[in-house]
């Protein structure tokens, strides 16, 4: 897999961190960032720039997409000097991005009508998890597709789900993404509660770790929190987009729901409030300023650094069906 030649568009917070696993693992690397300056340590290590989508997808065996947003991806993909462009038959584009799964098939379809191959591969597990090569990816294509890029996608992530079709696995993003945010409220109002009720609010802490009402998110943005930095690399503007996605595709699919209605009102009014770019985790300050409290703990770390050793990824079963 070190002998192909990969390009990776769009190194934000998360797209960074899976290019800086394979620029760490000497893949040879051709980046692009509308922001130069992100640019510029992979440079200095290795890495070369395309002058535009079309120029890298031209110069790469896989193309790599990490961007905020379905309109981003779009633009990139479809622009007059954008990959589509320079697609051909034997290239590999995989959309890494959080984004419509009807978005990822359009383009997917595009794609493989230049003879190409596209794969929707997302990721979950938080920024400090992409930073180690430790995150879970989902992959969503043919079978021969995610074989083919199994090896490149364990280079970036630890745990691998070959989801099924082209699109299913930006579906599981989304509900993934939908249920971290629904236990982010949640914990928010759970900390406040034990705040005003006088608890010791590390031992508040544990005792969810430790009991039913446990989750990653607790684990992970509750100690953010409760160190005061609310840092999870993560902003409200994203939770929107997030959640809308989810709340669009079940009103495509008529299932009526209840909590991401109110979910999206949530944080709707955070971005009012706050700002569009105010860190997600900091939604508690809604209820902090409703009840002139700050919710803090002592001891808790400002950022995730995630402690499991970075071991070669491989490929995660789906549980096992009855016989």
Known sequence: ??????????????????????????????????????????IANGASRAASPKA?????DVIITCLPSPA???DVMERADGILAGCAPGKVWLEMSTTDSAEVRR???????R??????????????????????IFAGGTRAAFERVLPLLAIMGRRILHTGELGSASVLKVVTNYLCTVHLAALAEALTVCKVAGMDMNTAY??????????FVHETESQVILNGSRDISFTMDLVIKDVGLFDALAAELQVPLEISPLVLKIFKDGV???GPRELSPNIIKRLEEACRVRVLGQGFPAQMVDD????????????????
Not at 107 to 113: P, Y
Not at 308 to 323: N, Q
């Open 206 to 215: 544990e005792a969810i770790r430790i009991s039913s009402g446990n989750s």
């Open 72 to 74: 981003a991806s779009s």
């Open 56 to 60: 890298m997808t031209e110069s790469v």
């Open 107 to 113: 383009l997917g379809a595009l794609i493989a009508a």
């Open 115 to 136: 003879g190409a191959i596209a794969l929707d591969c997302p990721v979950s597990g938080g920024c400090h998890r992409a930073a180690t090569g430790n995150i879970s």
């Open 272 to 274: 009012e409030r706050y």
């Open 308 to 323: 499991e050793p970075e071991a070669p990824g491989s490929e995660v079963k789906p549980h096992a069906r009855a016989t």
């Open 1 to 42: 897999m070190q002998n192909l030649k990969v390009g990776f568009i769009g190194l934000g917070n998360v797209g960074g961190k899976l290019a800086g696993s394979l620029i760490r693992h000497r893949v040879p690397l051709v980046v692009r960032d509308l922001n130069e300056g992100l640019e510029a340590p992979f």
